[in-house]
Nanobody, 123 residues
Framework: QVQVVESGGGLVQAGGSLRLSCAAS????????MGWFRQAPGKEREFVAS????????YYADSVKDRFTISRDNAKNSVYLQMNSLKPEDTAVYYC????????????????WGQGTHVTVSS
């Protein structure tokens, strides 16, 4: 199995930037697609972004497209989410997720979840 741990969350002002990191451990030699989800207060968890094992295929929710960038470093067993031009509506708990296939499309269900890291964007 794979365990993922997120970090990098915090409090930022609107328009600012934040970089989230996700460190994977366990069976990290498999070709896992990786992604990020988030859950705002009172709302269901939603897809944010995902990336294929090779790093060549990425997907973004419309709400974050052109502002967020997902990337990965397989040598470090890590995936990142660079968040720019943050808005108050981006406030949520962000979860790193992994799927036991090379490609991770928005409609697919992850196999592994991280515990989440809080992101708060103030106005």
């Amino acid at each position: 199995q794979v365990q993922v741990v997120e970090s990098g969350g915090g409090l930022v002002q609107a328009g600012g930037s934040l970089r989230l990191s996700c460190a994977a451990s366990g069976r990290t030699f498999s070709r896992y697609g990786m992604g990020w989800f988030r859950q705002a207060p009172g709302k269901e968890r939603e897809f944010v972004a995902s990336i294929s094992w090779s790093g060549g295929g990425t997907y973004y929710a419309d709400s974050v497209k052109d502002r967020f960038t997902i990337s990965r470093d397989n040598a470090k067993n890590s995936v990142y989410l660079q968040m720019n031009s943050l808005k108050p509506e981006d406030t949520a708990v962000y979860y790193c997720a992994a799927r036991s296939v090379p490609i991770f499309t928005p409609a697919t269900l992850p196999d592994y979840w991280g515990q989440g890291t809080h992101v708060t964007v103030s106005s």
